[in-house]
């Protein structure tokens, strides 16, 4: 035997300062305990001062550690610390480990998957004792699957182990054209069949093919169940209804109860649940599969959206999919949509507009939902409405705004402008006194009028009221002008063409005229009074003649 050279340390320690710890192993002679970078096999012992130290399980091999226990007041371990304050013994406890000990023949030929993670010949697998694995086998290179079993506590169905102690798996190959292993399981167990390439396999069967094979693939569900999905291992991969078979490895057909799902809605003619994109209204149902995952989207009608999707304890709704755990009913909650409605209320007039009875100014903002509302214009006296312009998702008809949508609406307001004609002497001679007046025809106020007149002849002057007069000095036609001012500053203008003729040779014609206008304004006054007496009292005979009236001075002979 060859002996490599070391070191080895002697630590002397005296006994009146520490106290003496033994060790023992459970099963007796099983493996030791670690302390210091060293081993301590069962009944060898150790002076310690006292404080604290790590220990390390050293099992011996299929055994596994599983704690550690004390004897002694002066000892104590808490997890994997050794705590000294005396003297005292430190157990450690192993259990036998449920192996699977991996057997090729030949030697070194192939191995087996244990849950997707690969083991070769002559390798002992540690596992969980009573209970289930995924196991499928391999080759080597030229050779191909000649059998496959299991033996101790071990039982093989295809591809599904059972644990109820320790054992081996055996691997057979033989020299040939190389093979792959493929398993089938189903869950439940023994419900529903695997359908690969037209044959049908049930739960725990297996087959031995070529490797590198795309063949179709079905999963066949027993009666009121639905298929979840596909689990694989090993070499295999499934994209659709084919599966490709590159390696040794097993397929799991995973099945679902199928479950009925009420559908509702809230209001309950409103839109509907989308289930994988399918649409189900108010009081619909379906039949979806247990286990399996569903997407879920609201389907709400115009002008609404969704509030709450509403379950019973058997669905869960999470990141917009669900997973049905038996019947179930879900809810779908839309309420209206608020749209923004901005408005705004310009000039240049002035005015006041009213949203279902309440103000709204400049720059005011409703959530209002889809429907119409009362919208009511006020202008000011000094103004009148020139309309409503609205964006697109809003209209206004007979005194109701119509909301479709977010939007903006704008009232505008503009000022009443006033309407003047002139009047007055169209003809005048020179140096004669031409009347002229202005008609206000749309007075926005009684009073507060300003008025500029010109002339066509060089002068203007500017009046109160809305009369002037104005001595031409020379003859000719002349353009009379009139802007009228209103107490809000808006103007209007006419005019009116005048005549200028020299003055006259007498001077009674003015006289005469002037006479012969108010004769006939005392004439009219006469029959209108005249006329007044004869209702109140009519007479019975003919009256007297009238005296004669004096002509006033000037006026001409009848």
Do not use: K
Not at 122 to 140: D, K, M
């Amino acid at each position: 035997m060859a002996l490599n050279n070391g070191t080895l340390n002697l630590s002397l320690v005296p006994e009146s300062e520490t106290s003496q710890v033994q060790f023992a192993t459970n099963p007796f002679t099983c493996g030791g305990v670690g302390l210091g970078g060293a081993g301590y096999s069962q009944f060898e012992s150790v002076y310690l001062y006292p404080g604290s130290y790590p220990l390390t399980p050293e099992p011996c091999a299929h055994y596994g550690f599983e704690n550690f226990t004390t004897q002694g007041t002066g000892v104590a371990v808490s997890g994997s610390t050794l705590v000294v304050a005396g003297t005292g013994t430190v157990t450690e406890n192993n259990f036998h480990l449920t192996e699977v000990y991996v057997d090729t023949n030949p030697a070194g030929c192939g191995g087996i998957l244990l849950d997707g993670t690969s083991y070769a010949d002559g390798v002992y697998v540690p596992v969980e004792n009573h209970s289930a694995y995924t196991v499928t086998a391999f080759t080597c290179a030229g050779h191909y699957l000649d059998a496959f079993s299991a033996s101790g506590g071990l039982s093989l169905e295809g591809s599904l182990l059972t644990v109820n102690g320790s054992g081996a798996l055996l691997v057979v190959s033989l020299p040939g054209t190389a093979s792959i292993f493929v398993g089938f399981v189903t869950t439940p167990a023994a419900c529903g069949e695997i359908e690969l390439n037209g044959t049908d396999y049930t739960d725990g069967a297996f087959v031995s093919l070529a490797p590198d094979q795309e063949v179709p693939i079905a999963a066949l569900p027993c009666a009121d169940y639905g298929v979840v999905g596909w689990e694989v291992t090993g070499a295999i991969q499934i994209v659709g209804n084919e599966v490709f078979l590159n390696g040794s490895g097993a397929i799991t057909a995973v099945f679902g109860a199928l479950v009925p799902i009420l559908f509702d809605t809230v209001p309950a003619t409103c839109g509907a649940t989308l289930i994988d994109g399918v649409a189900y209204a108010d009081g619909s149902s379906a039949i979806l599969i247990n286990g399996r995952n569903y997407s879920i989207a609201p389907a709400p009608c115009p002008h609404y959206e969704l509030q709450s999707f509403e379950s019973s304890p058997y669905v869960a709704i999470l990141n917009s999919s669900i997973a049905p755990d038996g019947p179930s009913t879900i809810t779908a909650v839309f309420v209206p949509i608020p749209y923004a409605v901005t408005t705004t209320v310009a000039g240049p007039g002035c005015g006041s507009v009213t949203l279902e009875g309440a103000p709204v100014g400049t720059g005011d903002l409703f959530n209002l939902t889809w429907g119409n509302y009362s919208l009511v214009e006020s202008p000011c006296s000094t103004s009148t409405f020139a309309g409503f312009t609205v964006s697109a998702n809003l209209s206004v008809a007979a005194g109701r705004l119509f909301v479709n949508g977010s939007g903006t609406v704008l009232a505008t307001f503009l000022p009443i402008l006033p309407l003047v004609s002139l009047g007055g002497n169209t003809g005048t001679f020179v140096g004669g006194t031409a009347l002229f007046y202005a008609a206000v025809a749309v007075p926005v106020a009684a009073t507060g009028y300003s008025y500029f007149w010109s002339f066509g002849d060089g002068s203007n002057n500017t009046t109160g009221v809305n009369t002037t007069t104005h001595v031409f000095q020379s003859t000719g036609t002349f353009t009379v002008s009139v802007e009228v001012t209103d107490p809000f500053h808006h103007t209007a203008n006419a005019t009116l063409q005048v005549t200028v003729v020299a003055q006259p040779t007498t001077s009674y014609s003015a006289s005469l005229e002037t006479t012969y206008i108010v004769l006939g304004v005392a004439a009219l006054i006469l029959v209108v009074v005249g006329l007044l007496a004869w209702r109140r009292d009519p007479p019975r005979s003919a009256p007297a003649e009238p005296a004669a009236a004096e002509a006033p001075s000037g006026a001409p002979p009848p």
